[in-house]
């Protein structure tokens, strides 16, 4: 397979096309925290440095964001208004640079440079490869790909010991879409392998769902089934293959009844 996790790093290589792909930065986090009086550093040069070093050790051409580059919603924060723009031009002198626009990114447009290419949310298609946020229903020609990325749900799994302390550690998952659900949703009888890889948050600050125990996990796919996600495999960011959702919560529960 073409496709890497890059090891302890929110991001995929797609070594075929020298692709790398991320989701959900969050830019302007920072401010809604301020004015909840939680002061913290801009995130922006540290996702520079991350974003060269990931460029770097892959030798990526291609830079593809998968949605909710920004944060405040409605509307911008100052901060966004004025670091978004000159964080992609940064970028665009590197590497290519796509970016699919997210259910945080309302007046993302204004903000995109001359040189950095923006995608509506149903996403785009490379290859064989696809790739939208989430939010909405994948474009119709997404159908026809065999490896589809996805933002938006920005996954995680919680550990829990006897004592009740728990670790939330970002993960992937892995899955295929459903086909009865897609070929009867986009009335069409033949797709691609339609193999799901769902990402994490490139911004570890902006929060992260639960996926054996959080309620909040939303989307038209999960909505009517194009995703079933119990049979999805997770994968921590170091690389580690927990299994599938299913039965890490028949092994989760066995150890809270056990630890009871």
């Not at 460029?55 to 966004?80: C, R, S």
């Not at 996990?217 to 921590?236: F, K, Q, R, S």
């Amino acid at each position: 397979m073409t496709i890497k996790f890059v090891a302890n790093y929110p991001a995929a290589f797609i070594t075929d096309k020298k692709l790398l792909v991320i989701s959900d930065l969050h830019i302007g986090l920072e401010t809604q925290l301020l004015h909840s009086g939680i002061k913290i550093h801009k995130q922006i040069e540290k996702f520079k440095e991350i974003i060269d070093k990931l460029i770097d050790l892959t030798n990526a051409k291609t830079l593809i964001i998968l949605g909710d580059i920004k944060h405040k919603v409605p509307g911008a924060y100052f901060q966004e208004l004025k670091d978004i723009p000159k964080f992609l031009e940064y970028l665009s002198a590197k590497v290519k640079v796509h970016v699919i626009k997210g259910n945080h990114d309302d007046g993302i447009k204004l903000m995109i440079p001359t040189g950095v290419k923006l995608h509506g949310s149903r996403g785009f298609k490379f290859g064989n490869y696809g790739f939208f946020h989430g939010h909405a229903w994948p474009s119709k020609k997404l159908l026809q790909c065999d490896y589809l990325f996805m933002g938006h749900l920005q996954p995680a799994i919680e550990f829990r010991d006897k004592l009740g302390y728990r670790s939330r550690q970002q993960s992937w998952l892995k899955i295929k879409l459903n086909q009865v659900a897609i070929t009867n949703k986009y009335k069409i009888k033949k797709t691609g392998k339609l193999n799901l890889i769902i990402t994490p948050a490139f911004n570890s600050l902006a929060g992260s769902l639960n996926v054996i125990g959080d309620k909040e996990l939303t989307g038209p796919l999960l909505a009517n089934n194009a995703i079933i996600l119990e049979d999805a495999a997770v994968y921590l960011l170091d690389g580690t293959c927990l299994g599938d959702i299913k039965s890490l919560k028949k092994r989760f529960q066995k150890l809270l009844l056990t630890s009871a």
